[in-house]
């Protein structure tokens, strides 16, 4: 076995035996998300490297300290990527960060999040073990579907060691589009185009200018292109666009005196007029609020039929309104023996998800 995992079983049943928790920590660019986890920090970005790799299969098996940007690189090699086009938030972002996380960026409407991309995970839980899950393979079907259960889990349930990952070949044509529309406008031709055979694979409006990315054959991005109009942006302010939404550096994002918040609604759900600035992302489903009042918040998301997440801002305000929507007693039970089962002594990242858990 690595000398490195032998040495974290051995911290995990110190902290198992003397009651101490462990903070996990990998390359520390999410570390902002979520709760101040309370603990002695156990930093696990050493295990790295590409463990298999089968463009054919379309398949890639990395430990979880492996650079996100290094497992960008060999998979476009290969004419590759991981195309829900997870977050980075810096240079020290790794895959097992990028799975406990679970977020997901533009292509998210179009392809899905991380967890449909997830086929196994091996880990270790709250006792030493080592576990594995899922397979190499895009036909794992037997039994609970564990693997995807780590995506956006936060370390709360073990120390994830590797990941395999089902990647999918870059787009051949991409074109983006922009219109002058107002909110309402915009998520009403989001939901129409929505509805038709188009090859959209990310939307984001904001300070009424919708803008489209096609993605797809070069032939139905011409077709999809002179069929909707708009203005077109050149390629490179295009790639530009895209990854400054990804990565969080588009001007709306600027800024740390104003919480962001995160709303996960239904796409149809109409503006939701909330006080602050909005981005709206994912064919309407995703959408971003600068400020604003916690309470009203939350609960204009769930009249919807969504939830909120308190994505950034200080300790203060994540302690008095929690960063993720309260639990209901009935999911707050469920979350309890998951986490009982696979960290009985509450050894993991403590506080991170939820207090007490």
């Keep these: 076995m690595d000398i490195l995992i032998e040495n974290w079983i051995g911290r995990i049943a110190d902290a198992a035996k003397s ?21 002695e920090r156990l930093d696990v970005g050493a295990h790295r490297g590409i463990v298999a790799y089968e463009p054919t299969e379309l398949v890639v098996t990395a430990r979880a300290g492996t650079p996100l ?58 006792t030493g073990e080592v576990l594995s899950f899922g397979g190499q393979v895009m036909k794992n079907v037997a039994g609970y579907d564990v693997a995807r259960l780590m995506a956006g889990s936060l370390g709360t349930l073990g ?34 185009w929505g509805g038709r055979p188009l090859p959209i694979s990310a939307s984001a409006w904001h300070e009424d200018v919708l803008t489209l990315r096609l993605s797809g054959a070069a032939a139905a991005v011409a077709a999809a292109q002179r069929d909707l109009g708009g203005e077109e942006l050149p390629d490179g302010l295009s790639t530009a666009f895209w990854q400054s939404l990804r990565e969080q550096t588009y001007a709306f994002f600027g800024g740390e005196k104003e919480p962001l918040w995160r709303l996960s609604v239904p796409s149809v759900a109409p503006p939701l007029a909330l006080a602050g600035s909005t981005l709206i992302e994912w064919g309407g489903a995703q959408r971003w609020l600068r400020g604003g009042d916690a309470r009203a918040i939350r609960v204009a998301a769930a009249k919807v039929g969504g939830h909120a997440t308190l994505f950034r801002a200080d300790d203060s305000l994540k302690a008095s309104a929690g960063v993720f929507q309260p639990l209901t007693p009935p999911l707050l039970r469920i979350h309890r023996k998951l986490k009982h089962a696979f960290d009985p002594k509450g050894v993991f990242n403590r506080g991170r998800m939820y207090p007490g858990l």
């Design 159 to 192: 120390v994830v060691l590797e990941v395999s990952l089902k990647v999918l070949p870059l787009p051949v044509a991409e074109k983006s589009l922009r219109f002058e529309i107002d909110e309402a406008a915009a998520l009403s031709k989001l939901n129409h």
């Design 69 to 126: 940007v290094e497992l960008a690189t060999a998979l476009a090699e290969k004419g590759q990527w991981l195309p829900f086009e997870p977050p980075h938030f810096g240079p020290t972002a790794t895959v097992g960060g990028m799975l406990a996380a679970g977020l997901s960026g533009p292509r998210r409407q179009a392809v899905g999040a991380v967890r449909d991309f997830v086929l196994g995970v091996k880990m270790l839980n709250g």
């Design 19 to 39: 009651g101490r928790p462990l903070a996990i920590r990998g390359g520390g660019s999410k570390a902002f998300y979520g709760g101040t986890e309370d603990g």
